[in-house]
C-alpha cells in the first residue's frame, strides 16, 4: 500500500493567516496533536500542537509559527510513512507531491493498514507488480505466474503510484522468482518490489514494534 492510497479525507489543512486559537481548535477536534499549514494549495510544513502552546499569546497568526518539514510522496510505502512518523514524533504525516498537499495519514489509518498487511509470513516471497487498471486481470496474472511453475498464495490489490494504475502483492509459494520476474516484465508487468517471505515477515515486525513503542509514549 502506498501513502496517497491511506490518508484521512477528514484532516484538514490550516492557512498561514489563521490565528492560533483557531489551529489549536481544530486539533482538539481531530485528536490529533499536529496538522499540515498550506498557502494555495502548496505545502509549507507541520505546525506543532505544543509549539502554538508554547507561542499562545506572543503571536497571533501561523505565519509567524515554525514549521516542520515533514512530509512523504504519494508513491512511498506505508512502511515509510511508519518510519517518518516514529522518528519525526509527529501524529500525522503530509503526503505532498510537487509541492501540492494531497492529503495526510493519521496513526489510525497506518494501524489499519497495519492490519491489512500482517499475514503469517513463513514460507515463499513476496512480489509487488504494478498494471494499469484497464489491462488488470487477475486471471491473466495468476496464469502467468502459473506458467512459471509459482504458486499465489494470496494477493492485496491496492491503488498504485499513478492514479490510473493499481498494485498487487503477490504472495507466492516459492522463494526462487528470477525467471518469474523476467516473464513477468517481458510481458510489460512492472516489477517494483520483492522479498523473501522471512524477510518481510521480519522487516513488519520491526516496523511495528518501533510503531508500537511511539504509540504508547
Known amino acids: 500500500m502506498h501513502a496517497a492510497s491511506i490518508t484521512n479525507p477528514?484532516?484538514?489543512?490550516?492557512?498561514?493567516?489563521?490565528?492560533?486559537?483557531?489551529?489549536?481548535?481544530?486539533?482538539?477536534?481531530?485528536?490529533?496533536?499536529?496538522l499540515p499549514v498550506c498557502a494555495e494549495g502548496r505545502?509549507?510544513?507541520l505546525v506543532a500542537e505544543q509549539h502554538l502552546l508554547d507561542q499562545e499569546g506572543e503571536v497571533p497568526f501561523l505565519t509567524n509559527v515554525q514549521l516542520m518539514p515533514v512530509m512523504v510522496a504519494p508513491g512511498q510505502h506505508f512502511l515509510?510513512?511508519?518510519?517518518?512518523?516514529c522518528e519525526a514524533e509527529v501524529s500525522i504525516v503530509p503526503v505532498v507531491e510537487?509541492?501540492?498537499?494531497?492529503?495526510?495519514?493519521?496513526?489510525?489509518?497506518?494501524?489499519?493498514?497495519?492490519?491489512?498487511?500482517?499475514?503469517?509470513?513463513s514460507e515463499g516471497s513476496i512480489l509487488t507488480l504494478e498494471?494499469?487498471?484497464?489491462?488488470y486481470s487477475l486471471a491473466q496474472i495468476s496464469h502467468r505466474v502459473e506458467s512459471e511453475g509459482v504458486k499465489i498464495l494470496q494477493v492485496l490489490v491496492s491503488d498504485g503510484?499513478?492514479?490510473?494504475?493499481?498494485?498487487?502483492?503477490l504472495r507466492l509459494s516459492t522463494r526462487d522468482i528470477e525467471s518469474l520476474?523476467?516473464?513477468l516484465r517481458r510481458h510489460g508487468y512492472a516489477v517494483s518490489a520483492?522479498?523473501?517471505?522471512?524477510?518481510?515477515?521480519?522487516?513488519?515486525?520491526?516496523?511495528?514494534?518501533?510503531f508500537l513503542r511511539y504509540m504508547n509514549t
Open 194 to 210: 520483492f522479498y523473501r517471505a522471512e524477510e518481510y515477515a521480519e522487516d513488519m515486525k520491526k516496523r511495528m514494534a518501533a
Open 161 to 169: 503510484t499513478q492514479s490510473d494504475h493499481a498494485e498487487l502483492a
Open 43 to 45: 505545502y509549507l510544513g
Open 10 to 34: 477528514e484532516l484538514i489543512s490550516l492557512d498561514p493567516g489563521d490565528t492560533l486559537d483557531k489551529a489549536l481548535r481544530a486539533m482538539d477536534e481531530l485528536k490529533v496533536e499536529h
Open 131 to 135: 498494471v494499469p487498471w484497464k489491462d
Open 181 to 183: 520476474i523476467d516473464s
Open 80 to 85: 515509510e510513512v511508519v518510519d517518518v512518523l
Open 98 to 121: 510537487e509541492g501540492i498537499l494531497v492529503g495526510s495519514i493519521d496513526r489510525a489509518h497506518l494501524w489499519k493498514a497495519f492490519h491489512h498487511s500482517l499475514t503469517p509470513y
